[in-house]
C-alpha cells in the first residue's frame, strides 16, 4: 500500500496551497490528515463539524468535501489574515461558517447544537478547555487531533504537555482512542455513552 497515492484531493485545495504559500503560513496541515478527515465527515451524514484552528482552510477544504449537502460546518480561527483565505474560498458554500474569534473565548460562550466531529487544530479545544470542548462531542461523535509526534516548531516543554494531554484522554473512560504514529502523529477518539471520568471525579 503506498499511502502517499493521495487520489481525492478537494478542487478548492490547489487555489489555497498557492495562496497559503504567497503569505508564507508555516503551520498547514498535511494531505494524510486531510484525506481522514474527509473520510470521517462523509461518515456523518448531516452531520454537525467544529473545526478549531481554520488557517488558510487546507483542512477544511477536505471536511467540506467529504460533507454532504445538509451538513454544516463552524471553523474558528484569531488570525483574521489567515481566516481571509479560507472565508473567500468558502464564500459561497453555505454549509460553512468561518468565525473570526479567539477559540477559547468562542468555546466558553458557545451555546449551540453539539458537533459530530470535532478537529482541534489550535491551542484551544487541545491545550486548554479540553473539557468544555468534549462536552460537545455527541455520543459516537469524533474528537481529532494531529502533531502528536515530535514536531520541529514545538516549543521546550511542550513534549510534557502532549503527554498531560494524552494521558487526559486515556483516562477518561467515555472515550475510545485509537493512536495513529503516521501523518504528524494523530489520535482519533469516539466518544462513549459512559460517564466520563472527570464528572465522577467531580462528583465525588
Ligand atoms: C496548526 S494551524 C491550523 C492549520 C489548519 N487547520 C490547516 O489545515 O492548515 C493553527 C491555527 O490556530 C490558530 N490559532 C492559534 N491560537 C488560536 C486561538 N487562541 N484561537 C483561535 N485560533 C487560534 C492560528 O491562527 C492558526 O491558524
Redesign the pocket.
Known amino acids: 500500500m503506498n499511502d502517499a497515492n493521495i487520489l481525492d484531493i478537494p478542487p478548492s485545495y490547489t487555489a489555497i496551497k498557492n495562496q497559503t504559500a504567497a503569505i508564507g503560513f508555516t503551520?498547514?496541515?498535511d494531505l494524510y490528515v486531510g484525506t481522514l478527515l474527509k473520510t470521517l465527515a462523509t461518515s456523518k451524514t448531516g452531520g454537525r463539524f467544529l473545526?478549531?484552528?481554520?488557517?488558510?482552510g487546507?483542512?477544511?477544504a477536505w471536511l467540506v468535501n467529504g460533507m454532504d449537502e445538509a451538513a454544516r460546518i463552524i471553523s474558528?480561527?484569531?488570525?483574521p489574515e489567515?481566516l481571509k483565505i479560507a472565508s473567500q474560498a468558502f464564500d459561497n458554500d453555505e454549509r460553512v461558517t468561518t468565525v473570526c474569534?479567539?477559540?477559547?473565548q468562542w468555546l466558553s460562550q458557545y451555546q449551540g447544537d453539539m458537533f459530530d466531529l470535532i478537529f482541534a487544530?489550535?491551542?484551544?479545544g487541545k491545550y486548554s478547555v479540553i473539557e468544555k470542548t468534549l462536552n460537545l462531542l455527541k455520543i459516537g461523535g469524533f474528537y481529532v487531533i494531529d502533531d502528536m509526534q515530535p514536531q520541529p516548531n514545538w516549543p521546550e516543554g511542550h513534549q510534557e504537555k502532549a503527554s498531560r494531554l494524552i494521558a487526559y484522554l486515556e483516562e477518561r473512560d467515555d472515550l475510545h482512542l485509537s493512536k495513529l504514529n503516521w501523518s504528524t502523529g494523530l489520535i482519533i477518539v469516539a466518544k462513549t455513552n459512559k460517564e466520563s471520568f472527570s464528572i465522577k471525579l467531580r462528583q465525588k
Open positions: 503551520m498547514p496541515s473545526e478549531l484552528g481554520t488557517g488558510t487546507l483542512s477544511l474558528v480561527d484569531n488570525n489567515v474569534a479567539d477559540g477559547e487544530d489550535a491551542w484551544p
